[in-house]
């Protein structure tokens, strides 16, 4: 008997093992590599088509750092309600409005060199269509990246390619790429809220301001891209929330 439990011990250990391996290694190693995949596909589309040839291309297809809805009240990915802003190229021309994307398709690359991260944006927040696919994920209702308003990301800061596990590391000035179809817009890092409610809804409004924390935020219209995650490492008790403003 006391033999029997003894295995029933180990056994247990070693599933449990298993579990954690899997959680911690194996998901992070799957969704990087489709992750690393998308963004290459997407570039190569974007590579031989000239701006505003098409809609975006389509996906083949624990705590999320996010917060419960978008506001209404914002403009959605691709809508013409916001005026455009300028690209960071500099160009005369402001960008051509982006088409619609569906749910779960991705549209942007997001690179932020301080962290050494190159990951896709997909549309939703969706654990299984967007984030445990190693994806970053798009508030839906917020705005489209160059363009007036706030456009909004959420992605895992711990398992599933954890594209958000150092965005702690973030300082003011960092500068945070988003690339697509319609062209590369260039954000720089101006606040960072290290800790907030997950039901700080503020934080993803076109005019973001903490509704928890109100000496944080923005109080006029600008272009703005946020960055929402869970802290601390390996919960989902609190949000991390980075923001930056369009450069000129």
């Known amino acids: 008997m006391l033999w029997f439990a003894a295995e029933t011990v180990v056994t247990c250990g070693v599933l449990i093992l298993l579990l954690v391996v899997h959680q911690l290694w194996w998901t992070n190693q799957q969704a990087r590599a489709e992750a690393g995949e998308r963004v290459a ?121 954890e594209p958000f596990r150092y965005v702690n590391r973030l300082r003011k000035g960092d500068e945070i790429t988003l690339r697509t179809r319609e062209g590369t817009f260039t954000y720089r890092v101006d606040q960072i809220l290290p800790v907030t409610s997950p039901r700080d809804t503020g934080v993803i409004q076109p005019v973001p301001r903490s509704i928890v924390k109100p000496s944080y935020g923005y109080s006029r219209a600008g272009s703005y891209l946020t960055l929402t995650t869970c802290t601390p490492e390996f919960t989902s008790r609190y949000r991390l929330i980075v923001w930056a403003t369009l450069r000129r």
């Open 41 to 161: 596909v997407l570039e190569r589309e974007w590579d031989i088509s000239p701006p505003g040839a098409g809609g975006s291309s389509g996906s083949s297809g624990d705590g999320v750092g996010t917060v419960p809805s978008a506001p209404p009240s914002a403009p959605a990915a691709g809508s013409s309600a916001a005026p455009p802003a300028r690209p960071s190229s500099g160009g005369a021309k402001p960008p051509p409005a982006p088409a619609r994307t569906p749910s779960g398709e991705t549209f942007a690359v997001l690179r932020i060199p301080r962290i050494g991260l190159t990951v896709p944006v997909a549309q939703g927040i969706s654990k299984s269509k967007v984030l445990d696919k190693g994806y970053v994920g798009h508030y839906p209702g917020t705005a489209a990246p160059g363009r007036v308003g706030n456009v909004a990301l959420a992605g895992h800061r711990n398992t599933h390619g």
